[in-house]
């Protein structure tokens, strides 16, 4: 149910064009902003109004859109319902008609406008009240291609599109942007009335607000200054242009709650931050998935950063990949990591400790003091505290077929260029050797080496290149 009418909202969603200008063959709506699909920016809106069903109308593309829409895991109950063929934003809306109850009120969205928050369209939920036809318009300094909204007085009479407007009416600057809210019982009976009298031969949605007029019902507008809001995408160059401003908008709302960004025009947010007091970001970084930054956290340029949880104190030097996926990624309080370093899936960082340059992380545990500082690999490992792990030195976790875990105890030292065989137990304390592999486990205290004899051969003579003929 609707907070505002307390009537339930179902949303209809056009999604069926075929996006022609975007020269692609993935349809128009399953381009992505900011990392997620244009049309399911919409659904995510429409989950925020408590909304009981969306039906998505499809069309082109269709057998792609909607194994998208349907997947599992969106947060309210989608239909698809196709338009074939395509006659007109009229002709789409009655596809929806079959499935719509006649007991609330119908949000009519487009898929490719993916950024219309959700307190703006309750704003026009309340202006329909379950009684109205409410439009949502903006002024436009260039108004080409936009229906526009024709008034007498405060009331709206009608829209007229572009295409058949007069030259008085293309200096109207309202315009409609596509949005309404109506009692879906009212809709139902004007779209069965609507035909296709104009310049495109199609059935417009908007011939509603005459037939409205014509009925005596109140037509209002609720007129908002934001046309970030009501922007679509019908090309590349558009979907860049909104991607700039969405990106930027997020950025400002960052260093307005405190966090430092070295340079606002080169920040990505591809999914949910959380930043807690006193985060930095440098340039160029790229936050996707679930990702929460602890106080004091700094980000060093060029990071790519997705689904972890980066605790206070953290330092996350330059070049670094961090990307949890379903498992996650914890990074301690104090921990050092990067440059160049990869944290994978399931790595869980203690404090304090230090991950290098080339060091790769995979579903380990690092206690408290690890230091890993260049040139490694762990996977499928338990590191105790304080352990030293050295330069070229891995973990073999995998035998062909399964994955085996390594257990390195506190306090141990792992030479340089060693290869530890899992399953493998380190005793605590222990030391191996460097350039050692080790396929047994050692005792606590231990000095392992496990390396061929030197052999030496005293005046040895390289092999020579025969000279050319």
């Known amino acids: ?3 505002n009418n307390q009537l339930p909202v179902d949303v209809v969603v056009m999604a069926a064009g075929k996006g022609t200008r975007m020269k692609s063959r993935l349809p128009k709506v399953l381009h992505r902003l900011a990392g997620v699909p244009l049309v399911q920016h919409v659904l995510n809106t429409a989950a925020q109004l408590n909304a009981r069903s969306a039906v998505v109308i499809t069309g082109h593309g269709a057998d792609q859109v909607e194994p998208v829409l349907l997947a599992p895991g969106q947060a309210l109950a989608v239909q698809c319902v196709r338009q074939e063929p395509q006659l007109g934003t009229g002709h789409a809306v009655q596809q929806a008609v079959p499935v719509l109850g006649d007991d609330g009120v119908v949000v009519i969205l487009s898929g490719d406008v993916p950024l219309t928050q959700a307190d ?11 009684q109205r036809l409410a439009l949502l318009t903006l002024d436009m300094a260039d108004p080409t291609g936009y229906g526009r909204i024709l008034r007498e007085g405060d009331a709206v009479n009608a829209i007229v599109e572009h295409k058949d407007a007069s030259d008085a009416q293309r200096q109207i600057q309202e315009v409609y942007s596509g949005i309404m809210a109506v009692p879906a019982r009212l809709l139902k009976g004007w779209l069965g009335r609507i035909g296709n009298q104009n310049a495109q031969g199609e ?9 409205a007029v014509a009925d005596g019902l109140p037509v209002v507008a609720h007129k908002i200054n934001d046309a970030l809001q009501v922007a679509g995408v019908n090309s590349p160059v558009q979907l860049a242009e909104l991607e700039c401003a969405h990106q930027h908008r997020q950025a400002i709302q960052f260093m307005e709650q405190g966090v430092r960004l070295k340079d606002p025009a080169r920040f990505d947010l591809r999914g949910q931050l959380v930043c807690a007091q006193d985060v930095e970001i440098d340039v160029n970084c790229i936050f996707e998935g679930q990702v929460s930054l602890g106080e004091g956290v700094k980000i060093g340029a060029n990071c790519v950063i997705a689904n972890c949880t980066i605790e206070a104190g953290a330092v996350i030097h330059p070049f670094t990949h961090i990307d949890g996926e379903k498992l ?9 990591i990067g440059p160049f370093a990869r944290l994978r899936p399931g790595a869980q960082l203690g404090a304090e400790v230090h991950i290098g340059n080339f060091v790769e992380v995979k579903n380990s545990t690092l206690a408290k003091g690890a230091k890993a500082n260049h040139l490694a690999y762990l996977g499928d490992a338990t590191v105790g505290e304080r352990v030293n792990y050295g330069a070229g030195s891995i973990t073999a976790n995998y035998d062909g077929a399964n994955k085996h875990r390594t257990v390195i105890e506190a306090d141990v030292h792992i030479g340089s260029n060693c290869v530890l065989v899992a399953p493998v137990t380190i005793g605590a304390g222990g030391t191996v050797g460097g350039g050692s592999t080790i396929t047994k486990s050692t005792e606590p205290g231990a000095l392992s080496v496990a390396r061929g004899k030197q052999v030496s051969i005293a005046n040895w003579t390289r092999p020579q290149k025969k000279p050319k003929a």
């Open 328 to 336: 996650g990624v914890t990074v301690g309080e104090g921990a050092l």
């Open 120 to 130: 703006t369209l309750q704003a026009l939920i309340g202006q329909c009240d379950g």
């Open 1 to 3: 149910m609707n907070e």
């Open 203 to 211: 059935y417009y949605l908007t011939d509603v607000v005459k037939l």
